[in-house]
C-alpha cells in the first residue's frame, strides 16, 4: 500500500544515506564498462569502481544511448517502451484552514479532464494540494508555475467563490516534465511492452545494476516499487561482491 510520508520522501532518503559519503551535484555523463573496472564519468572527473546501481529515469535512459559504452541497445529499447507520464502537484497555503475538514477532496470540474483535483488540509496541515496530470501538467508546463497558480485560483474561486482566492498563496512545486534530470514523473509501459519492465531490472555482467520504480514488476509507478527494487539492486550487488 502506498503511504504518505508527512516528513516528506526526501527526509525518507536523507535517512537512508545517514554517514554515506555523498557527491551530489555531480551528474554522470558515461558508465564505460568495456574494461575490467567501470569508470564513471561525471563532470567533476571520474570514479573507478567494480560495481554501479543505476536509477535513472526511463525518459533519460531512452534519450541517451551515448551514457554507456560499449552501448547497451537492449537497455535503451527496453527503456523507450516504458516512457513516464506526467503528474504534477502544486501546494499552496491556506488561510482559516480549519473551515475545511482534513483531507477535503474538491474538483475543479466534472465535464472534462483538463482539470485539477485539489485536497484541502493534507494530512491536516494549512495548506491546499492540488495535482494535475497528462495533457495539461504539460501545458501548463510550458507557463512555468505561475501557470498552475493561476489555473488552479481560477478553478478554486470558481467552486468557492471570487473572495477565496485572498485565502491563498503559492507554497510550493516542482515541474517534472521540464526537469533535466527526470523528464517525467511515473513509468507506464506501452502496448505489448509490459515485458520490458523485467529486461530493464536484468543486471549486466554482475557489474551494472538497475532499480526505480519501471524496474518494478508489481509496483511501477509507486514510491515503495522504487524503493524495493532499489533493496533488490543492493543485494544483488552484495551477492556478486560474494562470488567475487
Not at 119 to 124: D, E, H, K, N, V
Not at 192 to 208: E, I, T
Request: hydrophobic share 45%.
Amino acid at each position: 500500500m502506498n503511504w504518505r510520508v508527512a516528513e516528506g520522501y526526501g527526509t525518507v532518503i536523507a535517512a537512508h544515506a545517514d554517514a554515506v559519503e555523498l557527491a551530489l551535484e555531480t551528474p554522470v555523463t558515461r558508465i564505460d564498462h568495456s574494461g575490467r573496472q567501470l569508470r564513471i564519468e561525471t563532470e567533476r572527473g571520474t570514479i573507478v569502481a567494480d560495481r554501479a546501481i543505476v536509477t535513472l529515469p526511463t525518459n533519460i535512459l531512452a534519450a541517451r544511448e551515448d551514457l554507456f559504452f560499449p552501448a547497451l541497445p537492449y537497455k535503451t529499447e527496453a527503456a523507450a517502451g516504458l516512457p513516464l507520464g506526467l503528474a504534477d502537484k502544486l501546494y499552496l497555503t491556506l488561510d482559516r484552514a480549519d473551515e475545511f475538514g482534513r483531507d477535503t477532496r474538491v474538483f475543479g470540474r466534472t465535464d472534462t479532464d483538463a482539470t485539477a483535483s485539489y485536497t484541502f488540509r493534507p494530512q491536516g496541515r494549512p495548506q491546499v494540494e492540488g495535482y494535475f496530470g497528462d495533457g495539461l501538467a504539460a501545458a501548463l508546463e510550458r507557463g512555468g508555475v505561475s501557470a498552475f497558480v493561476d489555473f488552479a485560483i481560477g478553478e478554486l474561486t470558481g467552486v468557492l467563490g471570487s473572495n477565496f482566492k485572498k485565502r491563498v498563496a503559492l507554497l510550493d512545486m516542482h515541474l517534472w516534465g521540464v526537469d533535466p534530470f527526470a523528464r517525467g514523473s511515473y513509468s507506464f509501459a506501452r502496448p505489448g511492452k509490459v515485458g520490458c519492465r523485467q529486461v530493464l531490472a536484468a543486471p549486466v555482467d554482475d557489474r551494472l545494476f538497475f532499480a526505480g520504480e519501471a524496474c518494478s514488476k508489481l509496483d511501477f509507478s509507486t514510491a515503495h516499487g522504487a524503493y524495493l527494487t532499489g533493496l533488490a539492486a543492493a543485494e544483488d550487488v552484495l551477492a556478486a561482491r560474494a562470488r567475487g
